[in-house]
């Protein structure tokens, strides 16, 4: 077996999936490595589940990766600046993640050398898109409630559900008229500001503090809320 001809495989054993559902498929493999996903997009939200693959000579190591969700425009207003800044970089751009939803279950890597092995992850991987994915992706599909979720979910833990999530919690809070939003972005600007000041040659506070003043610019000027 090789990793394409895996890809081939899953996607051919999730045919039915991806037909109902009105989900695509996608897979890259370099090498030993790949990668395949579940997903389906839309101008207003992105959903995804994929799975990682490594080949280890004797055998091959598959396991599923995070159910995640994207919204576009949080994207497109949030992630610009941080890569203008610096704060990421340029591939960040490509295939970007808004929030990981909570009480995800842990799927365990899965070993196998045969069409025996590969069918056992098919089987598993069905399940849990059927059992895991379409309940998360229904709960936290739109924006509003991801909003509200963000109300429950400590700062110190919000990267935990959101790459760089200190800034698109600001950017989703905006667009959906959180009441929340002006005391957190006031909070986030004037912190940042002294981190700054008090710390000159801290080059990522500086990064940090200037990109959180574009991106309130920005929300101040944006549109009515969208949800």
């Known amino acids: 077996m090789e990793i394409k001809s895996i890809h081939q495989k899953i996607e051919t054993e999730l ?28 101008q207003e939200v992105i959903f995804r589940l994929g799975y990682g693959i490594f080949d280890c000579g004797d055998y091959f190591e598959i396991s599923c990766g995070s159910i995640s969700i994207t919204f576009p425009i949080v994207e497109r207003i ?7 800044y610096g704060i990421l970089g340029d591939s960040a751009l490509n295939d970007p993640i808004t929030f990981i939803p909570p009480n995800q279950r842990k799927i365990e890597t899965m070993k196998f050398n045969d069409e025996v092995g590969l069918t056992n992850f098919i089987n ?31 700062q110190k833990e919000i990267s935990n559900y959101m790459p760089k999530g200190l800034y698109k919690k600001a950017t989703i809070w905006k667009l959906c008229g959180n009441p929340n939003y002006e005391e957190y972005i006031e909070w986030l600007d004037t912190g940042m500001t002294k ?10 506070y500086a990064k940090s503090s200037d990109a959180i003043k574009e991106l309130r610019e920005k929300l101040n000027n944006a549109s009515a809320s969208i949800v």
Not at 78 to 84: C, E
Not at 127 to 135: G, H, I
Not at 139 to 151: C, F, H, P, R
Not at 195 to 204: C, F, I, Q, T, V
Request: aromatic share 14%; net charge negative; no cysteine.
């Open 195 to 204: 981190r700054a000041k008090n710390d000159p040659g801290n080059l990522e």
């Open 78 to 84: 949030t992630t610009s600046i941080l890569v203008k």
């Open 124 to 154: 598993v991987f069905r399940s849990y898109f059927n059992r895991d994915a379409l309940k998360l992706f229904e709960e936290y599909g739109e924006m509003a409630k991801v909003s509200d979720a963000l109300n429950n979910i400590p």
């Open 15 to 42: 045919g039915d999936l991806i037909t109902e559902y009105g989900f695509k498929f996608s897979s890259t493999f370099s090498f030993s490595q790949g990668s395949g996903n579940l997903y389906k997009d839309s």
